[in-house]
């Protein structure tokens, strides 16, 4: 996920980090365009810590303690060659992402818009050990996550199933993302919603339109009698 604020033209350099998040991952990258070449410790406190602790709902002294450990998640930076005139660039990595190097680097690529680049044979991929999660810090930043996690999970799975079944024994069948977040207090979006109404055992469809329709799938929640 790019930064708001920055242009979509052209290569771009700057670091950027997997971020786990509650169904998957997240690519975070920070633009040197935004961030002016800004260093990992700096980015990680400031901006990082603070984005996962708004994720995992994790507590304002939770979210200090993570701005120590920079070294918590895998990152990694794309870079300029030298002399910069040469037009190459470097995707520099820690060789730890949590998807595969097959499927991890075309994200970066796209993220970054290097396609270009690396049609142009510009592009060099580089292992580089500054970038590897150290061990200490990632037990640190799991340990924070988890110490607030099964709450969290319980209460947002309880939202998700208590509104499908209600929507279904009110005969709806479909649940607006808006008025669901505002009624629970959530802030998870309808793809969330999706995927955990579908781990519930309801079958759930986003409509498009801000609505989600339901069905009882294998929830062993019964429709009412229709007359």
Request: glycine share 8%.
């Amino acid at each position: 996920m790019q930064h708001p604020n920055h242009s979509n033209t052209g290569p771009i350099t700057g670091p950027y980090y997997w971020i786990p998040t509650i169904d998957g991952w997240e690519l975070l990258s920070f633009p040197d365009t935004i961030f002016e070449n800004d260093n990992h410790d700096h980015i990680w406190s400031t901006m990082v810590a603070p984005h996962l602790g708004n994720i995992w709902c994790l507590t304002d002294k939770i979210i200090l303690a993570l701005a120590k450990y920079p070294y918590g998640v895998s990152r990694g930076r794309v870079s300029r060659g030298y002399p910069k005139e040469s037009g190459v660039y470097y995707l520099n990595h820690g060789d730890d992402a949590p998807l595969p190097h097959m499927e991890a680097i075309p994200l970066i690529i796209k993220e970054f818009n290097l396609d270009d680049v690396r049609s142009q044979g510009k592009l060099k991929i580089v292992y580089d050990d500054h970038e590897t999660m150290l061990q200490l810090h990632k037990f640190k930043v799991e340990s924070f996550i988890s110490s607030d996690i099964t709450e969290m999970r319980k209460n947002f799975m309880t939202a998700v199933r208590e509104a499908c079944r209600n929507a279904l024994l009110d005969e709806i069948g479909q649940i607006d993302i808006v008025d669901w977040q505002a009624e629970y207090d959530r802030t998870e979006n309808i793809a969330q919603f999706v995927s955990t109404a579908k781990k519930c055992g309801f079958e759930a469809q986003d409509e498009g339109d801000g609505t989600i329709s339901i069905a009882p799938g294998n929830s062993g929640v019964e429709l009412p009698d229709r007359e």
